[in-house]
């Protein structure tokens, strides 16, 4: 099951630049003392996704799969920086690695459907949707705390497509409607 949370990064928000700089620099100092190495790589690795520093995450999530080759953790998060960024091709593979290496994770199979689905691939899509609600994922809920996600980021086009796509499923809920309808205008 994937630990999402070094995707929960939040709380950092709540930091100074200069606070985050600190930490950032204790955490680095962890890593050239050889402290904990895994636990500070991915903890940094979580803060340059946090700073929206995608090729060194992205770096450091790389290491993380060579030094923990069997944890399924580091490809799902490698596959998500991808994700994040749009770049589902290049997500695909590590999502598919870390379902295999862990796979009773119902996030990633949604994340890995979502994948496929934005690339037309609607076969694959459902099929990894139906795995997820299988291993008992709330596919709806998920698509509101994206949009609820991307709205807080001020990204209002990828909020009104997750609002959609969880209308979508159940459009009973008129909350999610005008939610559409404002961020439609």
Known sequence: MLNTDLLKVKFLSKYTE???????????????????????????????????????????????????????????????????????????????????????????????????????????ATWCYELAIFLDFDIYGAHVDFAKKYEKMGQKEKALEEYILAYEIDPRDKKIKKKIDALSQ
């Open 18 to 124: 200069q606070e985050l700089e600190d930490y950032e620099a204790n955490l680095r100092m962890k890593l050239l003392g050889k402290v904990n190495i895994i636990s500070s790589m991915a903890k940094l690795a979580s803060l340059c996704f946090f700073k929206k520093d995608y090729d060194t995450a992205i770096y450091f999530f790389e290491k993380l799969m060579t030094l923990d080759a069997t944890n399924g953790n580091w490809p799902g998060f490698l596959a998500y920086v991808y994700y994040e960024q749009e770049k589902y091709k290049k997500a695909i593979p590590y999502f598919e690695k870390s379902v295999d290496l862990s796979p009773n994770s119902p996030f990633i199979y949604f994340l890995l459907g979502n994948s496929y689905s934005r690339l037309g691939k609607i076969k694959e």
